[in-house]
């Protein structure tokens, strides 16, 4: 894999070379150090340090509760699961309804579902029918109304952004199908490296290169090529083959749950400008859903 990215120009027979992205942990620093509305506070973040090592042997920090923490997931003892992890990650972004109270809602075996989990259960749901929804065979190439039924909602909320999904999906299927046909064949070529296997994730695989440009420096957070890692190391811990290097050079993902908890546990502060503007909007969101 190519440190740096080659990028050749349409209207010469040049090549351009540009500068590689900092990766998610190098970003979150230079970031840290400039920004002007957020701010780490080092005696929060000692507590939670503590707080989450006191939870180290608890299954809700191991592998071994890999299947407990997701139980829309299948046994891991099939590459099929693998299969499942790399569709449902590929898709996983943007749940939010307009309206808090018109979400999308699968409901499976008696239970419904809302958010990211709707997305679990609307797979799963769909393997139980027979559709072929984990086989990249079948998702490189289905077709957007092939999709919409599999993410039916139970409701008339729809899932968020179905034109976007199919086209990350079917995306990601064909990248698969040109790597051996399978998740498990793909990510084998970065061996059993996590920080290996982020960068083949984001070279190959275009939508999950989630990158930005922060006062002139480009930064990556890589939230769902680190989840996908992530969850392809619980998957295969489970079954007693998580012998994958560099686990700790993953970072925390960047999803929006994260500075909500760590403002609340005091290891991050907002300015008293950010933390009004996010009243105003909290305040405005409520009285809106309450008319």
Known sequence: MCPVRCVSSPYS???SIMEPPLFPRESGQFIAERSRDVFV???GVQKVAELLYNLRHSDDLTASGWKTANPLAPAPTSDQALNWVFVVDTMN???WPEEETQQCEVTYKGITYTGYMTLCAAITRAMEEGIPITDPTYFSQMSVEELGHVLRSDNETPMP???ERHQVLTEGGRVLQEHGGSFRSFISRAGNDARKMVELIVEKIPSYR?????QGKKISFYKRAQILVADFWGVME???EGDIIDMDWLTMFADYRVPQALVYLKALRYSDALMQSLNNVCYAFVSKASC
Request: charged letters at 25%; hydrophobic letters at 35%.
């Open 161 to 163: 952004m179905l034109q």
């Open 13 to 15: 027979n040049t090549v």
């Open 238 to 240: 489970a079954r007693g």
């Open 41 to 43: 506070e080092q005696d």
């Open 210 to 214: 989630d990158e930005a440009t922060y």
């Open 93 to 95: 972004f943007s749940f």
